[in-house]
T-cell receptor
Framework: DAKTTQPPSMDCAEGRAANLPCNHS???????VYWYRQIHSQGPQYIIH???NNETNEMASLIITEDRKSSTLILPHATLRDTAVYYCIVRAGFQKLVFGQGTRLTINP | GAGVSQSPSNKVTEKGKDVELRCDPISGHTALYWYRQRLGQGLEFLIY????????KSGLPSDRFSAERTGESVSTLTIQRTQQEDSAVYLC?????????????FGDGTRLSIL
């Protein structure tokens, strides 16, 4: 699976949009971009995934660049409950997810 | 329930004892995965089941670890002769069908502490 690069930490004010970047410059054509988050003491929570096109669901939006070498997860109106570690993962295989160190996002009141 | 259910949520046991951890996947999910997460670290893949195919056991750290799954239902992860380095959160995930485009959904894990 391709490696991803994320900033180790970010801060965002409550109510503002949180934009989390991810670089995946070696991504292959058949690899999807997945985003998960993990809140302390809980299992990872699936947020969103995409292949080429931008995606939106009730939790977030995913913007993938045209060359697919980077993506941005957008939480449109961050709340204190969005404080978590966010993981960007690229995956084509059918088996395991490989989690890196992620971005520790802190939402400030 | 709607999500992946794991039990027990916490387990404390003495070194050398055997432990059994249980995972109930989301109904209809044919793929099931076990991961381990040590304190402050990322997820470590252990084993993967897909339908009636032979499981992928490539992540099991030693022969003290084994897992079973009956059909497309419950799975159990067994650790024999536990060691202190086995202390971790053991996470189970399931997905609808095998494939890169299907997200895995996780339970909240079993926190295992070996004294």
């Amino acid at each position: 699976d391709a490696k991803t690069t994320q900033p180790p930490s970010m801060d965002c004010a409550e109510g503002r949009a949180a934009n989390l970047p991810c670089n995946h410059s070696t991504i292959s054509g058949n690899e999807y971009v997945y985003w998960y988050r993990q809140i302390h003491s809980q299992g990872p929570q699936y947020i969103i995934h995409g292949l080429k096109n931008n995606e939106t669901n009730e939790m977030a939006s995913l913007i993938i660049t045209e060359d697919r070498k980077s993506s941005t997860l957008i939480l449109p109106h961050a709340t204190l409950r969005d404080t978590a570690v966010y993981y960007c993962i690229v995956r084509a295989g059918f088996q395991k997810l490989v989690f890196g160190q992620g971005t520790r996002l802190t939402i400030n009141p | 329930g709607a999500g992946v259910s794991q039990s027990p949520s916490n387990k404390v046991t003495e070194k050398g004892k055997d432990v059994e951890l249980r995972c109930d996947p989301i109904s209809g999910h044919t793929a099931l995965y076990w991961y381990r997460q040590r304190l402050g670290q990322g997820l470590e893949f252990l084993i993967y089941f897909q339908g009636n195919s032979a499981p992928d056991k490539s992540g099991l750290p030693s022969d003290r670890f084994s897992a079973e799954r009956t059909g497309e239902s419950v799975s159990t992860l067994t650790i024999q002769r536990t060691q202190q380095e086995d202390s971790a959160v053991y996470l189970c995930a399931s997905s609808l069908v095998q494939g890169a485009g299907q997200p895995q959904h996780f339970g909240d894990g079993t926190r295992l502490s070996i004294l």
